[in-house]
């Protein structure tokens, strides 16, 4: 069985590093920003909204420990992991830095580890 808290630490893990990879990459257009200025970037600029999904599913982890849930839809987990590009914008982007990235693919490799606990 999957441990929800577990699954939960190692997801948010993924989306630091993915954030983190982000950041870089759109700091090599834009310039340096400042934490401030890259965290209203982060909320307001349609170009992170394709990190949604993930966001979405750390939330429903949070949501399923607030009402005592131990059940985790892995499944639903690994379908959105599963970098394809015929899935969707966020498979999509997250394969191109899953290749990029080795602290996405590390923190990928953590998740599925986890998703096996």
């Known amino acids: 069985m999957v441990s929800p808290d577990l699954l939960r630490h190692r997801l948010l893990d993924l989306h630091k590093a993915l954030i983190d990879a982000e950041r870089r990459e759109h700091e090599k257009t834009l310039g340096r920003l400042s ?6 970037a982060l909320i307001k600029d349609p170009v992170f909204a394709w990190l949604a999904p993930l966001t979405g ?10 009402e005592g849930e131990a059940q985790v839809d892995a499944r639903a987990i690994r379908e959105l992991l599963a970098p394809t590009a015929s899935t969707g914008e966020f498979q999509r982007r997250y394969g191109d830095f899953l290749q990029r990235s080795p602290e996405v693919l590390v923190a990928h490799g953590a998740v599925l580890r986890a998703l096996k606990a």
């Open 57 to 66: 599913a750390i939330a429903r982890l949070d949501e399923l420990a607030d």
């Open 35 to 40: 934490g401030g200025e890259f965290l209203e």
